[in-house]
């Protein structure tokens, strides 16, 4: 994986996902579907699916929050053309739990990998910052 940076688009899979959604004709069920998936997983999350998410739930984030997110590198131009109507509460909702999923070590590739970089810390500093751009709170 290319990974230059913290931020939930700083990896070429985060980059590679929102192109895909960008193409897409149902931008919510693209960016629905890795939120999803790692909010209601049981098992051990691999980084692909995590990066993902991580990428989805920031795009909505960013749309709630756009003055949060301005300086956000690498946000997506196609951003501008979403609007807070089209994001459905659910889909806030699994968000927040597909991040707060996220920070959880233990059974989590993307964790495991920042913290033998040394920088589990910060990642999920970053992690939480996002978050509160989903309006954190316990669903």
């Known amino acids: 994986m290319g ?3 913290i931020r939930p ?3 070429d899979e985060a980059l590679d996902f929102l192109e895909e959604v960008e193409e897409s004709d149902d931008r919510s069920a693209a960016l629905a579907r890795p939120i999803e998936h790692v ?3 049981g098992g051990y999350l691999e980084t692909a699916d995590l990066t993902e998410a991580i990428a989805a739930a920031a795009v909505i984030g960013a749309v709630l929050r756009p003055e949060a997110a ?3 590198p690498y946000l997506p ?3 501008a053309e979403v609007e807070q109507s089209q994001l ?3 889909l806030i909702e699994t968000a927040r739990k597909a991040l707060r999923r996220a920070m959880q ?3 989590n590739e993307l964790h495991e990998l920042w913290a033998e970089a040394g920088a589990a810390q910060e990642w999920q ?3 939480a910052r996002v978050l509160a751009w989903l309006g954190d709170r316990d669903d």
């Open 3 to 5: 990974t230059w940076g």
């Open 9 to 11: 688009f700083e990896n």
């Open 39 to 41: 909010a209601f997983s």
């Open 70 to 72: 301005r300086d956000e």
């Open 77 to 79: 131009e196609w951003l």
């Open 88 to 90: 459905d509460n659910g």
């Open 105 to 107: 070590p233990g059974d």
């Open 125 to 127: 500093a970053d992690l």
